[in-house]
Each structure stands twice: as C-alpha cells, then as structure tokens.
C-alpha cells in the first residue's frame, strides 16, 4: 500500500499537479453606483471567489464609507477607504504645487486636468490630510484608511505612457517638476544652503530629489501617527520599486514609511514589462521592507477587453489577459507577497476569474 501511495505522489507530479495556493485577493473596487441590493450581490460575488478584502474610492464621504465597509464586514472581507491625498481641486489656492516654470498645478496641472496636486510640504494641507483621514478612521468598520496619489505628480512618466502624452522623457522636464514654491526653496536653502532656484540643472542635486522624497514620507507618517492613535491602520498604493522606480518617478521613498500594508502598482504593461515582471518587481519590493513588519500586496492591472488588447491603443486599457494571471500571481507569490490587489473590480472578467479560481482551488 505505500509503494502505491508513493507510485500515485510520482505521477501526480509528472503529470505537473501542483498543490493550489491560499493567496489573500484585494480588489481596487467601484461601488459607488450601486443600490444596497446590487453592493450586496456583488460582495456575494466576490466572496465566492475568495475576496480577502476590498479598496473603495468613495472620497471624503463618511456616509457612504459607512454603508460599504459595514456590507463588506458582512462578507467577511477587510476594508480599505480608498482615497486619493493630493490630487483635490477646489481648495485654497495656495496649497498648491509649483513647477520650476513658476506655475501652480492650481491652474496648470501637468499632464492630465486632475493633477492638481497639493503640496506635500505645505502644513495646512498636512493639517487637512490629517482631520480628513481621521474622519474615515473613526467609522467602526473601516479597517484601513488607504493613502493614495500620496506622491508628487510623476516627474517622469512610466515607459509605455510616453507615446500617449507625445513626451520622450530623457530628463526631468520643469512642467512637471515639483515643489518650487517660495516656502519650498526657503526650507531647503535653511537646511543645505542651496537655491534651488539659481542651479542650472536642479534634477542634478541629489539633496534636492532627497528632501521632496523626505517631505513625503514625513507628510505620510503625520497622517500615519493620527489614524494609528485610533486604533486604526493604513496602507497606501504606491509605484515600484522604491529605489528602482518610485524615488526618482514620483518621490516615494516608501521603504521609510511607518504603514501597515503597501500596495506597489506592478503594472506590467506600463513599464513594457511581461507578466513575469511581476515576480522580479515584487521581489525588490519585499526585500526592501524586510524585518519592518509591513504587508506587502502586489498590484495587478487587468485588460477588460482583453480580446482585443492587440488594437487598443490607450496603454491604460492594456493589462493582464487570462492567460497572463498565472505567471503574474505565482511570481508575486514566489516572490514573497502576502497577496495581490487588482485593479480594478470592473476589469476583472469571468476568464480572468477562473484562472485565479483555478490557481487557488475554488
């Protein structure tokens, strides 16, 4: 008899069976235009293929943050508020970013009209980052307040988004160089001595990248410290990285921030990256935080249209196809992530469900 089991365990393995994984899946999720009803039907949905947990983009509104998180604990599923923290127009107009050029993201916001981003480094706008999170971090059934757009605009853009914008990106470029305020340039010139504003070549003064990295994290740990003294965590959706892409893109030196869970966008295709990309970003990532008690999940962007990805120009309608979730997942995985998040629910079709149905065995 044990020859036989020992005989069946070698054909198993012949045969390329492999023991199905338990892997923790996050959804970026949109809900808001739906009914208690159809929310309730759509948590059903996901739970049935295993949803550990859930990011909703639902702003500022605790109402709604309320009604959402509430459902999703019925379903056993974590919830993330999801809320981006500097991209809000509207607001004073001296919370604003500068360029190098001299202009406001208030009234010229770089690349795309909603990147009217906040300046980091500007105390009001910590202040105001600070009483709004903690609005959300009171509701009962919010787990985690989730950071995001917690950066400035991305100085250079990812690879495959550079034909889109009509911009070969060999160097910093001032309309999307950020922060040159008068508060800004103040601040640095008291703690190095240099104004930036009389160097030829700012993107070439390594304490300046480094100070806006340092702005950031310090804005992300104020916040961090008030949702933490309520009993509350945060984890935050960032780029790659850090070092490899997050700190010269965006000033993300996200290995220094004192959050629970990171959320790194391994978005494969914006990088002209194949899905097994994902593997090697993720392990970067994991070594970066190791021994820091951090989750680390790693995001995947999902092709809706995945049939006829071939012929969609827009590089933000690209993404994994069924085929790819495989070699995406299981090199995440490999690589040491606690789990994955996908982006985004509305993506996500009944192919891409299946293959990760059959990655874990549902």
């Known amino acids: 008899m044990k020859k036989l089991f020992l005989s069946l365990a070698v054909l198993l393995a012949l045969a390329g069976c492999q023991p199905k994984q338990s892997i923790n899946i996050y959804l970026w999720a949109s809900v808001d235009n739906l009914d208690d009803a159809a929310l309730e039907a759509q948590l059903a949905e996901w739970q049935s293929h295993g949803v550990t947990g859930i990011c909703c983009h639902l702003g500022w509104d605790t ?65 105001y980052l600070v009483e709004k999170y903690s609005e959300l971090a009171d509701i009962p059934t919010v787990d985690y307040v989730q950071l995001d757009y917690i950066r400035y605009a991305d100085v250079i853009l990812a690879r495959g988004l550079w034909e889109k914008y009509g911009l070969v990106m060999d160097e910093e470029y001032p309309e999307a160089d950020y922060c040159y305020c008068d508060a800004c340039v103040a601040d640095f010139k008291a703690k190095t001595g240099i104004d930036i504003r009389e160097v030829e070549d700012p993107s070439k003064v390594q304490e300046w990248a480094d100070y806006r990295c340092d702005v950031v994290t310090a804005l992300v740990n104020k916040i961090a410290d ?30 220094e921030w004192n959050v629970d869970a990171i959320f790194p ?50 590089p933000e309608g690209h993404g994994l196809i069924p085929s790819e979730v495989e070699e995406a997942v299981t090199g995440a995985m490999a690589a040491g992530a606690d789990g994955i998040c996908l982006f985004s629910s509305g993506s996500v079709t009944d192919d891409h469900w299946a293959e990760l149905d059959r990655i874990t065995g549902r």
């Not at 019925?74 to 107009?93: F, I, P, Q």
């Not at 993201?105 to 105390?123: E, R």
């Not at 970003?281 to 970066?288: M, N, P, Q, Y």
């Open 63 to 127: 109402e709604a943050t309320k009604r959402v998180s509430q459902a999703a604990h019925k379903y056993g599923m974590e919830y993330h508020a999801w809320v981006s923290a500097v991209t809000h127009a509207g607001l004073d107009s001296t919370w604003y970013t500068v360029n190098r050029l001299g202009q406001s993201a208030y009234d010229h916001p770089a690349y795309v009209p909603y990147y009217k981003t906040l300046d980091p480094g500007n105390p009001e706008v910590a202040d």
């Open 226 to 255: 008030a949702v933490h003294a309520k009993g509350k965590k945060v984890s935050a959706d960032v780029f790659p990285g850090p070092a490899s892409h997050a700190v010269w893109m965006v000033r993300q030196q996200w290995d």
């Open 265 to 314: 966008m391994n978005y494969n295709d914006f990088y002209l990256e194949p899905a097994g990309w994902v593997g090697e970003i993720t392990k970067e990532e994991v070594t970066s935080l190791e021994g820091k008690g951090v989750k680390l999940y790693s995001g995947l962007f999902i092709c809706r249209d995945w049939q006829n990805k071939a012929s969609i120009e827009d």
